[in-house]
């Protein structure tokens, strides 16, 4: 079955530790994007990547880095630069329409991550 | 810069009652679709309904329905007959039909937990 698989499911940092989590999808998206969630906060975009080899920060994008070397793929590290880390963590995908949106394709979202900053 | 607003955190209904929720948002666009989203104590982002800017008709899935006020920013949720497995977070999101622009992403409000009461 086609989806998105994000892993770890839970994770546990140190702090001043580097984490990655992985981002997976097999539906042939272009798009891919990754979203912190906080309580009372709704879900806050970090990073997003339209194609391969580019990808655009959000509107939170500090302490965090991203990559896109393969279309199924879309990792995200959480720096030690980032100074709250503790959330539940989102990766969704789309595929591109071109330069206008029709509204047919939804984003698909994945599991998610729980990261824990100890 | 386009923003989401739900104003009500929680919500209360009993089983098989009829509950409302709000969501107003805020943009200088024309196009554009909304979203609402249902987050599960799994946490899994399920699509809900989605809504044309250009379509006056508001959309309906099933016991789901919204009432789009778009000269008001307006569009609210309507659960009809309400189930116990409607129990979950609700999120309104936006996302702008100009692609380059915006890159395809949403734009979600702070969310309203929702508890049906048997």
């Known amino acids: 079955d086609g989806g998105i698989t994000q892993s770890p499911k839970y994770l546990f940092r140190k702090e001043g530790q580097n984490v990655t989590l992985s981002c997976e999808q097999n539906?042939?998206?272009?798009?891919m994007y990754w979203y912190r969630q906080d309580p009372g906060q709704g879900l806050r975009l970090i990073y997003y990547?339209?194609?391969?080899?580019?990808?655009q920060k959000g509107d939170i994008a500090e302490g965090y880095s991203v990559s896109r070397e393969k279309k199924e793929s879309f990792p995200l590290t959480v720096t030690s630069a980032q100074k709250n880390p503790t959330a539940f963590y989102l990766c969704?995908?789309?595929?591109?329409?071109?330069?206008?949106?029709?509204?047919?394709?939804?984003?698909?979202f994945g599991a998610g991550s729980r990261l824990t900053v100890l | 810069a386009q923003t989401v607003t739900q104003s009500q955190p929680e919500m209360s209904v009993q089983e098989a009652e009829t509950v409302t929720l709000s969501c107003t948002y805020d943009?200088?666009?024309?196009?554009?679709?909304l979203f609402w989203y249902k987050q599960p104590p799994s946490r899994q982002m399920i699509l809900v309904i989605r809504?044309?800017?250009?379509?006056?008709q508001n959309a309906t899935e099933n016991r789901f329905s919204v009432n789009f006020q778009k000269a008001a920013k307006s569009f609210s949720l309507k659960i009809s007959d309400s189930q116990l497995g409607d129990a979950a977070m609700y999120f309104c999101?936006?996302?702008?039909?100009?692609?380059?622009?915006?890159?395809?992403?949403?734009?979600f409000g702070q969310g309203t937990e929702l508890s049906v009461k048997p």
């Open positions: 999101a936006y996302r702008s039909a100009l692609i380059y622009n915006q890159g395809g992403k949403l734009i």
């Open positions: 969704a995908s789309r595929p591109n329409e071109g330069r206008h949106d029709s509204g047919a394709n939804v984003l698909t």
């Open positions: 539906l042939n998206h272009d798009a």
């Open positions: 809504q044309e800017a250009y379509k006056q």
């Open positions: 990547s339209q194609i391969v080899n580019d990808f």
């Open positions: 943009t200088s666009e024309s196009d554009y679709y």
